[in-house]
């Protein structure tokens, strides 16, 4: 099984959502800024990074959300074996910049998108996630998985 730690920002702000396009194998979808946490790198400092790097947006993190862990089947993983992805959730205040796409990344665009246009929303379950994480606030710091399946992805 392959693991991956990631780090992903929750940015909200007037009753808007900070998401990004990913585009790459197996297709295109919505997702939080936010990606793996590299040797040696604290999942603090890594979100800050992942947010700079595909938004072009500098922000600062105003507290830790919670944690999610997925097991995805080998059957649908996108390099078809059994995956675990454990991702730390941030909520992250943008103090700067101008938005846009990843300079030879996977993040095509980033944009401000209603929260009420999310439903609607090719996207992966960690948007869900997060989204829940920051406006239930709940004290575990979990919330239950997002079912995966119509326009949510893993």
Do not use: K
């Amino acid at each position: 099984m392959s693991f991956r730690l990631a780090a992903y920002g929750v940015c909200l702000v007037g009753g808007r959502v900070l998401l990004g396009r990913y585009v790459g194998v197996g297709g295109s979808w919505w997702t939080l800024p936010g990606g793996g946490v590299e040797e040696g790198e604290d999942p603090f400092d890594a979100v800050v990074r992942e947010v700079a790097e595909e938004t072009g947006l500098s922000g600062v993190v105003e507290r830790l959300l919670g944690v999610d862990s997925r097991v995805i089947p080998a059957s649908e993983a996108v390099r078809g074996e059994m995956h675990q992805n454990v991702g730390v959730f941030y909520e992250v205040r943008i103090t700067g910049g101008v938005l846009r796409p990843e300079p030879n990344g996977d993040t095509a665009e980033s944009v401000w998108t209603p929260l009420t246009e999310v439903p609607s929303l090719e996207r992966s379950g960690l948007v869900d996630v997060g989204i829940r994480l920051a406006l239930e606030r709940p004290a575990t710091g979990h919330v239950p998985g997002v079912p995966v399946g119509g326009l949510v992805r893993h």
